[in-house]
C-alpha cells in the first residue's frame, strides 16, 4: 500500500462535498499536470490511503480518503464544456487519468501547513519544499501516520 497527499480548493470541492455524495465516492479529476498524472497513472492502486488537502485558503490537511479505483482515463478532458477540457487528449490516446476514492475520515480538527513545518519527522515532505505546487504526491506512512494523528488531537496546535 502507498500513502498520497491529494490538494483541493475547498471552494471547488472540499472534504464535506465528498462525504455527502453518493457512496462517499468521487472521480478525482482535473489534474494537469504531468507528474501528478503519472502518480494518478502509474502508482495509485486500490487500497492507498491519501490524505485530503484544502489548499489556497488555510492550507490544511482535513481528512483522509482511499483509493477504491487505479488510473484510468479522465473524460474530463474530452467534455468541452468543462473546465478541464483538452483537446490534445484524444480517447484513442488518452492523456489525462483520474482516480476514484472514497471518504475515510475528516479530522476532529485541521492540520495546517505551519503545524506540519513544526514537526521535524515532516521535514522531508514534498509538500513542505518551497515551490512546490503538485496537487498529487506521494507521501510515506510515517508522514501520513503523523498528519492523521495530529488531526485527531484535541486541543490548541
Known amino acids: ?5 491529494l490538494k483541493s480548493e475547498p471552494g471547488c470541492y472540499s472534504i464535506d462535498d465528498l462525504a455527502a ?11 494537469r499536470n504531468f507528474q501528478a498524472r503519472n502518480f494518478l497513472r502509474d502508482q495509485m492502486s486500490e487500497g492507498d490511503l491519501a490524505l485530503f488537502y484544502h ?15 487505479a488510473g484510468y482515463p479522465d473524460e474530463t478532458a474530452w467534455n468541452p464544456d468543462d473546465g478541464h477540457f483538452d483537446p490534445r487528449s484524444p480517447p484513442e490516446r488518452p492523456l489525462w487519468f483520474a482516480v476514484d ?7 476532529a480538527r485541521p492540520v495546517p501547513l505551519k503545524a506540519m513545518r513544526m514537526v521535524r ?3 522531508g515532505m514534498e509538500l513542505l519544499r518551497k515551490g512546490s505546487r503538485l496537487s498529487v504526491m506521494p507521501i510515506t506512512e510515517e508522514e501520513f501516520n503523523i498528519i492523521s494523528q495530529m ?4 486541543g490548541p496546535g
Do not use: H, I, N
Open 55 to 69: 489548499s489556497v485558503t488555510d492550507p490544511s490537511a482535513v481528512g483522509s480518503v482511499r483509493v477504491v479505483r
Open 121 to 123: 519527522a515532516l521535514s
Open 151 to 154: 488531526g485527531k488531537t484535541d
Open 101 to 107: 476514492v472514497r471518504f475515510d475520515q475528516k479530522f
Open 1 to 5: 500500500m502507498r500513502y498520497w497527499l
Open 21 to 31: 455524495e453518493p457512496d462517499q465516492t468521487t472521480c478525482w479529476s482535473g489534474v
